[in-house]
């Protein structure tokens, strides 16, 4: 993979928040960037502002439950805009729904999203790869929730915690044929306020979360990005099987909880 020639980035969850920030990144280096999403309005409302701006951009509408449509997904932008080097799976959803209360169809959904979705687009992504001799790198969002559960939020965990070790696996199974996969686990993320989706972190949770981070606020998608980009480069050319976590802190330990105190 030669970062100075244009290169064929390939983007799932792309129409918004952190996809849309990295698809934005490589288009505007110059390099062609498929956009993959589910929302078809939203994302040929960002196609459109991008291709505007003259940027080497091109959209594919794809349910990630539907392993079908993934998959002729990602062989339309090979035959459009040639074999990827770079593929980020980044789509997901993070539905409140309690374990003890959860239905079987609503752990699956979010399964199907998360998890078997993401398998689906990175294992087509890696064998456009290696059929054309292609040493490109993969990158995967997980999430802090792969560590930590909470309530509310345990399909969401379960899912992130079984893609994060799929990951792992891919980039044993890849390695041989000079494939990098690696992932980010990013804690709380400030998305904004997203038309048709509204506030993606509730406010309530947002300021409690501030309350155990060092940093005392939330990243940027651009901080994600930053990451993602540093592990798809050739900065990164011997890490793979790994992953970044973009916390602020919250993962260190109890922070704000005292060790002891004065009488």
Not at 76 to 93: K, L, W
Request: a negative charge; proline letters at 3%.
């Amino acid at each position: 993979m030669t970062e100075s020639s244009p290169l064929h980035v390939m983007v799932t969850g792309a129409a918004d928040g952190i996809g849309l920030a990295a698809a934005e990144r490589y288009a505007r280096a110059g390099h062609r960037v498929t956009l993959l999403d589910v929302a078809a309005e939203r994302l040929g409302a960002r196609v459109e502002a991008l291709a505007a701006e003259g940027l080497a951009v091109r959209g594919e509408v794809a349910d990630l439950t539907d392993p079908e449509a993934v998959r002729a997904a990602v062989a339309r932008s090979v035959e459009a805009f040639g074999t990827p080097h770079i593929a980020i799976s980044n789509a997901g959803i993070a539905p409140y729904i309690e374990l003890l209360s959860c239905t079987v169809e609503e752990w699956q959904y979010v399964v199907d999203v998360n998890m078997t979705g993401s398998f689906v687009f990175m294992q087509a992504a890696i064998q456009a790869m290696i059929a054309a001799g292609v040493k490109g790198a993969v990158c995967a969002t997980s999430s802090g929730a792969a560590f930590q559960g909470r309530v509310g939020g345990g399909a969401y965990s379960a899912s992130k915690a079984g893609g994060l070790m799929m990951a792992r696996v891919l980039a044993v199974e890849a390695g041989p044929h000079g494939i990098r996969v690696n992932s980010v686990a990013p804690g709380l993320v400030d998305h904004g306020y997203r038309e048709g989706l509204g506030d993606f972190v509730p406010a309530e949770y947002a300021e409690r979360a501030r309350g155990f981070t060092p940093l005392a606020h939330e990243a940027s998608a651009e901080d994600i990005v930053d990451a993602i980009e540093y592990l798809c480069s050739e900065r990164a050319a011997h890490v793979t099987g790994t992953y970044l976590r973009i916390d602020g802190g919250a993962s260190v330990g109890q922070y704000g909880s005292p060790w002891s105190r004065e009488e």
